[in-house]
T-cell receptor, first 112, second 111 residues
Framework: DTEVTQTPKHLVMGMTNKKSLKCEQH?????MYWYKQKAKKPPELMFVYSYEKLSINESVPSRFSPECPNSSLLNLHLHALQPEDSALYLC???????????FGEGSRLTVL | QKEVEQDPGPLSVPEGAIVSLNCTYS??????FMWYRQYSRKGPELLMY????GNKEDGRFTAQVDKSSKYISLFIRDSQPSDSATYLCAMRAKAGNMLTFGGGTRLMVKP
């Protein structure tokens, strides 16, 4: 079982809804990530929090908003999404000083 | 040309076969190399992690890195139907840098 926990596992939302995806890790990792994965494609980086400092993939639209309440928690706030935003959203964390990345099971999002 | 190339497959083998999965890359600065296994509709699971060149073995899995050829491999011995999944290679230059993925190879192991 992964030590990165994501909720909810499935989410269906309309284009006018506001929802949030949540991620939690208790491995003491200081870097946490949000990735988006479409079918038969590799994950694409959206956001990185390293020591609670945010780095953004400039191509990610502003309708996605990350939040890092503390070093163990990571949220992704969703507002006014489009059907093409339907995908598997993956949270990951990484220990300091190594290249390893540990993923959660993902939240499957469907935008109607 | 993509920074990391991986044959998409699908690769179909009989149970018990030795499987070889490969990636080539162009960025000579890469020094952290990973292999992930991803089952359908699940998150990627870290299988093997290698820093710099060399071999690493874990049970039925062996990872090889040849930095001179910019080529990495994952070997699976005595393949099982439960190994059927998509395998993603990934690499990065420094621990804090962005991870670059290959496109993934879909593997099917038939009983």
């Amino acid at each position: 079982d992964t030590e990165v926990t994501q909720t909810p596992k499935h989410l269906v939302m309309g284009m006018t809804n506001k929802k949030s995806l949540k991620c939690e890790q208790h491995m003491g990792h200081r870097a946490m990530y949000w990735y988006k994965q479409k079918a038969k494609k590799p994950p694409e980086l959206m956001f990185v929090y390293s020591y609670e400092k945010l780095s953004i993939n400039e191509s990610v639209p502003s309708r996605f908003s990350p939040e890092c309440p503390n070093s163990s928690l990571l949220n992704l706030h969703l507002h006014a999404l489009q059907p093409e935003d339907s995908a598997l959203y993956l949270c990951a964390s990484s220990p300091e000083g190594t290249g390893e990345l540990f993923f959660g099971e993902g939240s499957r999002l469907t935008v109607l | 040309q993509k920074e990391v190339e991986q044959d998409p497959g699908p690769l179909s083998v009989p149970e018990g076969a030795i499987v070889s999965l490969n990636c080539t890359y162009s960025n000579s600065a890469f020094q952290y190399f990973m292999w992930y296994r991803q089952y359908s509709r699940k998150g990627p699971e870290l299988l093997m992690y290698t820093y710099s060149s060399g071999n690493k073995e874990d049970g039925r899995f062996t990872a090889q890195v040849d930095k001179s050829s910019k080529y990495i491999s994952l070997f699976i011995r005595d393949s099982q139907p439960s190994d059927s999944a998509t395998y993603l290679c990934a690499m990065r230059a420094k621990a804090g840098n962005m991870l670059t993925f290959g496109g993934g190879t879909r593997l099917m192991v038939k009983p």
